[in-house]
């Protein structure tokens, strides 16, 4: 077991209280990959890094890092936080289900740079305002790799046709064009915006997103195309997910109650 003395970039993923004055605090570091930290004293009122371990917080920090075990800060130089997200209900739970769904896919203690930013970008989109239903789905497609269940959205599984309709086979992990529609019937069919994007969130740099601007109809596609992948074929159940799917129930039953 090693211990280094080291300065890192950090990104806040959860902290939970421990004991009665301590905290621990999972940070994603863009050096060592996540990492579970010790901060002692992150209860009390005199607390000097309070506002450096906030919810949505990002930033610089110095302290030791164990090779296992719990790590420990010392101190954080420049740090920021995500105040959109910090403030509104909706991008709160997207960005709760996009860090959990992260901390999954990935071990502790393995650097992974690539997701570490596009972390980053996914909380600074949204922070900016873009869709945070069309970041997650992004987030969601582009992990699907990573947790081994690659899919093909760009031509049929079958015979790699792609100038037929296409439509979704969760069971052939991608697309079936007409003449192999009837190999799954329980294929989700698809109309072109939903195949576009379905393809182009696969493929996309994160960093590369300007604007948003999907149909309702559509995304309620990709949210059903993406839901199967990750009931049956990734197989995790997160409680940050789930409340997700409350919300959109909650304002559902909102617009209901109105227009009555
Ligand atoms: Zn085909």
Redesign the pocket.
């Known amino acids: 077991m090693s211990m280094y003395n080291t300065s890192f970039h950090g990104i806040l993923m959860y902290r939970k209280d421990y004991k009665d004055n301590d905290m621990l605090v999972k940070f994603f570091t863009a050096e060592y990959g996540k990492k579970m930290f010790f901060v002692r004293g992150a209860k009390k009122k005199n607390f000097k890094m309070t506002s450096d371990i906030l919810p949505f917080t990002y930033g610089e920090y110095t302290g030791n890092i164990n090779d296992d075990g719990l790590s420990y800060i010392l101190n954080a130089s420049d740090t920021n936080h995500f105040k959109n997200i910090t403030n509104d209900i909706f991008y709160n739970a997207y960005v709760t289900y996009i860090i959990s769904l992260i901390d999954a896919a990935f071990p502790d203690s393995l650097k992974q740079v690539k997701w570490f930013n596009n972390l980053f970008y996914a909380q600074q989109h949204i922070d900016n305002g873009l869709d945070p239903e069309i970041i997650t789905n992004l987030i969601e497609l582009q992990l699907l790799p990573e947790f081994g269940v690659a899919q093909n959205f760009k031509d ?1 599984v ?2 790699g ?1 792609n100038d037929l309709k296409l439509d979704y086979s969760e069971s052939y992990g991608g697309l ?2 007409q ?2 529609f009837e190999l799954d019937k329980y294929r989700i069919s698809l109309d072109n915006d939903s195949l576009f994007y379905l393809k182009s969130l696969s493929e996309t740099k994160i960093i590369d997103i300007k604007k948003i601007d999907v149909e309702k109809n559509t995304k309620k596609v990709l949210r059903q195309v993406i839901d199967k992948i990750y009931d049956n074929s990734v197989g995790i159940n997160l409680k940050s997910k789930k409340f997700i799917d409350q919300m959109d129930q909650w304002s559902l039953k909102l617009k209901m109650n109105r227009r009555d």
């Open positions: 049929c079958i015979c046709r079936l064009c003449n192999h």
